[in-house]
C-alpha cells in the first residue's frame, strides 16, 4: 500500500478482516468503514460482525438494510438468515473464525432478522452442522 497510494478498497478491507479474525474490533472497523459500503464486490458481513461485538447497534441497523437489499437482489425469494450469510462468506480454515462471524452477526441482527423474517438463528447444532456441510469436500 506503501508503493501505490492508489489502492483498491479490497486492500483495506482484507486489513479489516485480517483485524477481525484476531479480535482486533476496534481497528477491523476503522478499516472496513474505510473500505466502504458502496462498493459492490465488497461483503458486508465481517463489518456487522464486527459492529455486533462492539455493540454498535446503530451502525448495524444501517449495514443490516443495506445487506438485505443486496441480498434481497442477488437471492430473490430466499430468506437472509445467519447461517445463509456465513455460508456466503468465504469460508475460513479454522472453525474459531467461522464461529467468530457466526456469533457476531447474531449479535448484530439476530433480532432484526427474527424481527422481519420470522428466522431462526442458528445455535451450535446447527452450526456444527454448517460448519460440516462447509468444509464437506466437493466430488
Known amino acids: 500500500m506503501r508503493l501505490n497510494p492508489h489502492y483498491p478498497a479490497s486492500y483495506v478491507w482484507t486489513l479489516g478482516l485480517a483485524h477481525f479474525v484476531n479480535a482486533d474490533y476496534q481497528q477491523a472497523r476503522k478499516f472496513f468503514e474505510e473500505a466502504g459500503t458502496d462498493q459492490a464486490g465488497l461483503d458486508l458481513v465481517p463489518l456487522l460482525a464486527t459492529y455486533g461485538y462492539l455493540g454498535r447497534e446503530e451502525e448495524a441497523g444501517k449495514i443490516f438494510d443495506l445487506q438485505l437489499s443486496r441480498w434481497q437482489e442477488w437471492h430473490p425469494g430466499y430468506p ?60
Open 80 to 139: 437472509m438468515t445467519v447461517r445463509s450469510l456465513v455460508a456466503e462468506f468465504p469460508p475460513f480454515l479454522k472453525q474459531r473464525d467461522r464461529d467468530r462471524i457466526s456469533d457476531g452477526l447474531e449479535k448484530a441482527i439476530g433480532r432484526r432478522l427474527s424481527l422481519r423474517s420470522g428466522a431462526s438463528i442458528p445455535g451450535p447444532v446447527a452450526r456444527l452442522a454448517m460448519t460440516k456441510a462447509l468444509t464437506r469436500p466437493t466430488p
